[in-house]
């Protein structure tokens, strides 16, 4: 199979971890005026403790991808960019 036959996705995961220099209560804030969500549904949906690994994003636009990064990276949220293939 060719890599023609495969569709990108870039996927912006987020692995529970808040960046250093970020305090708890910081970040469910920023998260809260990012997400338009309450700081409970906030906390509950990225802090719970079955969440060890959440997909935030998921595009086939790498610059879409970098823009979520950068926003959730700048509330404090330790987050990556994972390249997912499918097959078309």
Excluded: P, W
């Amino acid at each position: 199979m060719s890599s023609i036959d495969k569709e990108v996705n870039y996927s912006v995961v987020f692995m529970g971890e808040i960046i250093t220099g970020f305090d708890k209560k910081q970040v469910l804030e920023n998260l809260a005026h990012i997400t338009r969500l309450s700081t409970d549904e906030v906390d509950k949906k990225f802090f719970s403790d079955q969440v060890c690994r959440l997909v935030i994003k998921k595009t086939s636009d790498l610059e879409k991808a970098r823009k979520y990064h950068g926003k959730f990276s700048r509330a404090g949220m330790a987050v990556g960019i994972q390249m997912d293939f499918e097959d078309v």
